[in-house]
């Protein structure tokens, strides 16, 4: 089963602007990472922030999360057409599991 | 290029037949994941293997089994395949060293599987 939600399900911006996705997830985690996926292939690796991180930054990415409400956001500055894809965060949990758990994605599209 | 294989990229085969898929990791990783993504239900963790043994098993069928071979490279029977098994099936791979580490996973570009 999914940990959470992410919202929106869908995002349409215009080159230039910010993006901004939430996840919320249910369960403790050890950390949280985002995931990007181009239509129909492999998934690629963006950013990972640990569960006693609150903020984290790579190049146009910003990362936060909350545990305190099981949330997350993703934040992609000055986006640019080659940013459209679907967008996952997943979790894992504090226990002894290592594996992903994947939210439902956001589809972002950003029109030229 | 995440450093991990998949092959085949597309597979497509007919109702009640069995397919393996095959996995390589990124050099020097012990861990391999694999995950199923379908519309229906998402991307859902199917089963891990940590230096030939299983770790972890998530939603996995009965009909779906794998393995971790010496080399590490892993594959994912699939059996008595339904209409419904179609999906996109993704290995991963991370370090995972240590008990307390809980790294990034690194995927391969999947492989498409239609069944008829």
């Known amino acids: 089963s999914q940990q959470g939600e992410e919202d929106p399900q869908a995002l349409s911006i215009q080159e230039g602007e910010n993006a901004t996705m939430n996840c919320s997830y249910k369960?403790?985690?050890?950390?949280l990472q985002w995931y990007r996926q181009n239509s129909g292939r492999g998934l690629v690796h963006l950013i990972l922030?640990?569960?006693?991180?609150r903020e984290k930054h790579s190049g146009r990415l910003r990362v936060t999360l909350d545990t305190s409400k099981k949330s997350s956001s993703l934040l992609i500055t000055a986006s640019r057409a080659a940013d459209t894809a679907s967008y996952f965060c997943?979790?894992?949990?504090?226990?002894?599991?290592?594996?992903?758990?994947f939210g439902s994605g956001t589809q972002l599209t950003v029109l030229p | 290029d995440s450093g991990v294989t998949q092959t085949p990229k597309h597979l497509i085969t007919a109702t009640g037949q069995r397919v393996t898929l095959r996995c390589s990791p990124r050099?020097?990783?012990?861990?391999v994941y694999w995950y199923q993504q379908s519309l229906d239900q998402g991307l859902q963790f199917l089963i891990q293997?940590?230096?030939?043994?299983?770790?972890a098993k998530g939603n996995i069928l009965e009909r779906f089994s794998a393995q971790q071979f010496p080399d590490l490279h892993s594959e994912l029977n699939l059996s008595s395949l339904e209409l419904g098994d179609s999906a996109l099936y993704f290995c991963?791979?991370?370090?995972?060293?240590?008990?307390?580490?809980?790294?990034?996973?690194?995927f391969g570009p999947g492989t498409r599987l239609t069944v008829l």
């Open positions: 991963a791979s991370s370090v995972s060293t240590g008990a307390n580490s809980y790294n990034e996973q690194f």
């Open positions: 369960t403790s985690i050890n950390n």
């Open positions: 922030i640990r569960s006693n991180e």
């Open positions: 997943a979790t894992i949990s504090s226990g002894s599991a290592r594996q992903l758990t």
């Open positions: 050099s020097g990783d012990l861990s």
């Open positions: 293997y940590y230096n030939g043994e299983e770790r």
